[in-house]
């Protein structure tokens, strides 16, 4: 009888340091995880990209060397559009920014491109192109793509007559979303 419950304990004292093992093993794994869930969804909030914070101001030069400075724009609404010639999605996007830039205009919709890891002949030519009458410019150093947290493009912001970021739209734009998120900046 001794044998039998001391051959037990050793078997229980076993599958103990193998439940050990797999909770010392798995809980790191669970821990970060619930850590990059906590931060992805705390992400945006405390971004200063987030809807209803300022847009962080920028100063870039147009394709034709004029300035665009988005401080010179508050009282108007406006769209910031990251693109780039080589993106698939933006050519199916333009049209309808090109669209909405001549709908609106009267309104005082002011629409800027910026360029995302692009060359500037690409860009001049993908512009003419596809009819894109806004000023778009390059990025260098991607500064600008930074303090937005650009993704990859397209990827748009709708900033209202008082430069508050309104709403992003991360990936391809449709033509109804468009118009939901011009709605919320054209208001005065």
């Given at each position: 009888?001794?044998?039998?419950?001391t051959?037990?304990?050793?078997m229980?004292?076993?599958?103990?340091?193998r439940t050990?093992l797999?909770i010392?093993?798995?809980?790191?794994?669970?821990?970060?995880a619930?850590?990059?869930?906590?931060?992805?969804?705390r992400?945006?909030?405390a971004?200063?990209?987030?809807?209803?914070?300022?847009?962080?101001?920028?100063?870039?030069?147009?394709?034709?060397?004029?300035?665009?400075?988005?401080?010179?724009?508050?009282?108007?609404?406006?769209?910031?559009?990251f693109?780039?010639?080589?993106?698939?999605?933006?050519?199916?996007e333009?049209?309808?920014?090109?669209?909405?830039?001549?709908?609106h205009?009267?309104?005082?919709?002011?629409?800027?491109?910026?360029?995302?890891?692009d060359r500037?002949?690409?860009?001049?030519?993908?512009?003419a192109?596809?009819?894109?009458?806004?000023?778009?410019?390059?990025?260098?150093?991607?500064?600008?793509?930074?303090?937005?947290?650009?993704?990859?493009?397209?990827?748009?912001?709708?900033?209202?007559?008082?430069?508050i970021?309104?709403?992003?739209?991360?990936?391809?734009?449709?033509?109804?979303?468009?118009?939901?998120?011009?709605?919320?900046?054209?208001?005065?």
């Amino acid at each position: 009888m001794t044998a039998t419950v001391t051959a037990r304990r050793a078997m229980d004292l076993r599958r103990l340091g193998r439940t050990h093992l797999v909770i010392a093993a798995t809980l790191p794994v669970i821990l970060v995880a619930l850590l990059s869930g906590f931060l992805v969804l705390r992400g945006p909030a405390a971004s200063p990209t987030a809807i209803g914070n300022l847009a962080p101001d920028f100063s870039l030069t147009d394709l034709d060397g004029n300035p665009i400075h988005l401080a010179d724009l508050r009282g108007r609404p406006v769209i910031v559009n990251f693109w780039a010639s080589w993106c698939g999605p933006c050519v199916e996007e333009f049209p309808l920014l090109s669209e909405a830039a001549t709908r609106h205009a009267e309104d005082g919709l002011v629409v800027v491109g910026i360029v995302w890891q692009d060359r500037s002949e690409a860009a001049r030519s993908f512009m003419a192109r596809n009819d894109a009458t806004w000023s778009s410019a390059m990025d260098p150093g991607e500064r600008v793509a930074a303090d937005y947290g650009i993704l990859g493009p397209p990827e748009t912001y709708f900033i209202d007559r008082d430069g508050i970021i309104v709403a992003r739209q991360i990936g391809q734009i449709s033509a109804t979303s468009l118009d939901e998120k011009l709605a919320a900046i054209m208001e005065e």
